[in-house]
């Protein structure tokens, strides 16, 4: 999937959101499960798609091989695969319109960088497949329900933890990570459970470039990693949660 289009999907997923909250807002109607949101505290099991990029910070360095001859390389994540992800969520309601969310998630995905010489116009690509252990804790703003339909934004950190690094690669990065997320969704309150699709982006915080590569065995690998400053890791997640 080409960023384009994954931007195209994300448009139509919100403008999806948002357009069913007019829907029902003609006329009263009985409402499902009117007390579910009382709670002190609940809980429930999601599972999703989600994308996960690079932002990739380049320097300009030139390699200079024996036969005196230069190479400029640049690297990009010029298009998205998408992965899957499953966990589960515990909710504390503080007030009628704030709750905090701790949601332990598990991602499973990768993505491909591709790396081109900008004079020879050669290139190779290496596929960096994660699987994260993540847990977000998320405070969440509710609007007041109507019907049986309850939009809301979400905001907050992820520590997210690869437990899939492997290392004699063009790059490598980090197990350690911290995301900044926001997203919006939707609580439907439907006769036995309620659903909840959510959409949200992740921004990493830290810069999670390994630049000492003494793992490396094959040293020509090293240009690579010399011709990149910093990797932010990113993520758009598409969530369905079930309470």
Sequence with gaps: MTKRRLRIVTIIALGMLVGTMPLSAQTRKVQNRP???????????????????????????VNVLDDGTEEAWFAE?????????????????????????IIPTMY??????????????IGTQQTIKSTYFTVPVDVKWSA???????PYVVAGVVPMLDLTVKKQKELLTRRLDLCFEVGMGCDFYLPFFKLIPEVKFCFGLPNILVRDRSDLIDKNLLKFTQAIDAANSRMIVFNFYFE
């Excluded at 998408?82 to 969310?101: K, Q, Y």
């Excluded at 007041?144 to 309850?150: A, E, G, I, K, Q």
């Design 35 to 61: 007390y579910i949101d009382l709670r002190a505290w609940h809980y429930g099991f999601l599972f999703g798609l989600h994308v996960q990029d690079l932002e990739l910070v380049h320097n300009g360095h």
């Design 77 to 101: 994540v010029p298009s998205y695969s998408p992965g899957f992800n499953v966990g589960v969520l515990g909710e504390a309601r503080f007030t009628n319109e704030l709750s905090l969310r």
């Design 108 to 121: 499973f995905g990768d993505k491909t960088v591709e790396f081109f010489e900008q004079n020879k116009g």
């Design 144 to 150: 007041p329900r109507f019907n049986n339909y309850r």
